[in-house]
C-alpha cells in the first residue's frame, strides 16, 4: 500500500511543477508587457536623450581611436521643415499615414526585388525603424523582428504618426556621429532644419539606407538618382497635411 500512495503523489509533482514554471512565464509576461506600457507612454511626452544605435557607433568609435561623437540636437514637430516630412515619406515610407505600423504590400516588394538584386532593399515602415532606433538594439535576429514588430503597434497605438515622425527625424542615424535632421542640417548645408529646400531634405534621406557609406557632401550618381525619385514622390505627396 504504501507503494502505491508513494506513485499517487508522483502526478502531483508534476502538476505543481509545471503549474509553477507556468505562474513564473506569466509573471514575466506580465511584467514586461506593464514595463513597455509605461517605457512608450514616457517616450511620448519625454525625448529620448540617446539610442543603443548611438551608443555602439560611439563606442565603434573609441575601437577605432577616434573620439566619442553623438552630435544631436531635438526639434519639434512643427520646428521641422514640411519639405523634409514629406521627404522622409517619399523616401522611406509613402503608406506611413495610412498604415497601422505595417506596409505588407512594401515588404512583399522587397522580398521579390531582393530575390533579383545583390542590394538589398528593405521593407521597413518609419514607424518600425523608430521602434528599432528608440526600443531595441542595432542588428539582425527573428527574435529583435519580433520585438520591433511589438513596439511599433504600441507605437502606433500611444504615440501616434506626428510623435513617430519627429522622434525618428530626431534620432535617424545620418553621417559619422551625426543623428537627427537639425544636427545633419547644420553639418552639411550649415542652416537649420527649420529652412531645408525640397531638394536638400530629399539628398539627406537618399543616403538614409547606409549614411556611413553615403552622404550629402559628396553624393555619387547612385544617390542623385534616388534624390530625384524622392522628389517625384515629394511631388505626389505635395497635399499631405499634419
Known amino acids: 500500500m504504501a507503494k502505491k500512495q508513494s506513485s499517487a ?3 502531483v509533482k508534476k502538476r505543481s511543477t509545471s503549474s509553477r514554471i507556468a505562474r513564473i512565464f506569466r509573471g514575466i509576461f506580465i511584467w514586461f508587457f506593464s514595463i513597455s506600457i509605461v517605457w512608450v507612454l514616457f517616450t511620448r511626452f519625454v525625448n529620448p536623450p ?6 555602439q557607433r560611439g ?6 581611436g577616434k573620439d566619442w561623437k553623438v552630435e544631436k540636437d531635438w526639434k519639434s514637430f512643427d520646428e521641422l521643415s514640411n519639405n523634409l516630412k514629406i521627404a522622409a515619406m517619399a523616401g522611406e515610407d509613402s503608406h506611413f499615414l495610412v498604415h497601422g ?3 505588407l504590400d512594401a515588404i512583399e516588394q522587397a522580398y521579390e526585388k531582393n530575390q533579383k538584386s545583390d542590394r538589398l532593399r528593405g521593407g521597413s515602415t518609419i514607424s518600425q525603424q523608430t521602434a528599432k532606433n528608440v526600443f531595441l538594439w542595432p542588428g539582425r535576429s527573428w527574435v529583435r523582428k519580433g520585438f520591433e514588430t511589438y513596439f511599433t503597434f504600441l507605437i502606433e497605438a500611444l504615440w501616434g504618426k506626428k510623435r513617430i515622425l519627429e522622434v525618428y527625424l530626431n534620432v535617424v542615424e545620418m553621417g559619422d556621429g551625426i543623428y537627427g535632421a537639425e544636427a545633419a542640417s547644420r553639418h552639411y548645408y550649415h542652416k537649420s532644419a527649420e529652412s531645408l529646400t525640397k531638394a536638400q531634405a530629399a ?3 537618399a543616403v538614409l539606407p547606409n549614411p556611413l557609406k553615403w552622404t550629402p557632401a559628396h553624393p555619387t550618381s547612385y544617390i542623385r538618382y534616388k534624390q530625384s525619385l524622392i522628389l517625384k514622390n515629394m511631388y505626389r505627396l505635395r497635399r499631405v497635411r499634419f
Open 9 to 11: 503523489k508522483k502526478p
Open 50 to 55: 540617446v539610442t543603443w544605435l548611438m551608443i
Open 59 to 64: 563606442i565603434e568609435r573609441k575601437a577605432d
Open 101 to 103: 505600423g505595417l506596409d
Open 203 to 205: 539628398l539627406l534621406i
